[in-house]
Nanobody
Framework: QVQLVESGGGSVQAGGSLRLSCAVSRVTNSRYSMAWFRQAPAKEREGVASLNIYGNTNYADSVKGRFTISQDNAKNTLYLQMNSLKPEDTAMYYC?????????????????WGQGTQVTVSS
């Protein structure tokens, strides 16, 4: 059982930065793949970035070079550092976890989801 709670969203101007956090509570010490997804109004959910159980990262082309996913195991926290934000990054951002060795390109393999945190980027 894994519980995920996101924080760090907010409003920022284009070109600005935000860091999202996801507090991870888990019953076991098993490894999990972790990812960030986002969903804008009237759009489908899309994967943004992921860390598999070996710590390998993957990024969507739309955020590559601007976003960085990382985790602090001592703090049981997943992060998403977002730089050079654009209005098209505006969305609800969700943290997700999976007991499989997977990545954001397979969203159905993620069984644990947070409630989301809103990011709004103005031009």
């Amino acid at each position: 059982q894994v519980q995920l709670v996101e924080s760090g969203g907010g409003s920022v101007q284009a070109g600005g930065s935000l860091r999202l956090s996801c507090a991870v509570s888990r019953v076991t010490n098993s490894r999990y793949s972790m990812a960030w997804f986002r969903q804008a109004p009237a759009k489908e959910r899309e994967g943004v970035a992921s860390l598999n159980i070996y710590g390998n990262t993957n990024y969507a082309d739309s955020v590559k070079g601007r976003f960085t996913i990382s985790q602090d195991n001592a703090k049981n926290t997943l992060y998403l550092q977002m730089n050079s934000l654009k209005p098209e990054d505006t969305a609800m951002y969700y943290c997700a976890g999976s007991s499989y060795n997977t990545d954001y390109r397979a969203p159905r393999t993620f069984g644990y989801w947070g409630q989301g945190t809103q990011v709004t980027v103005s031009s």
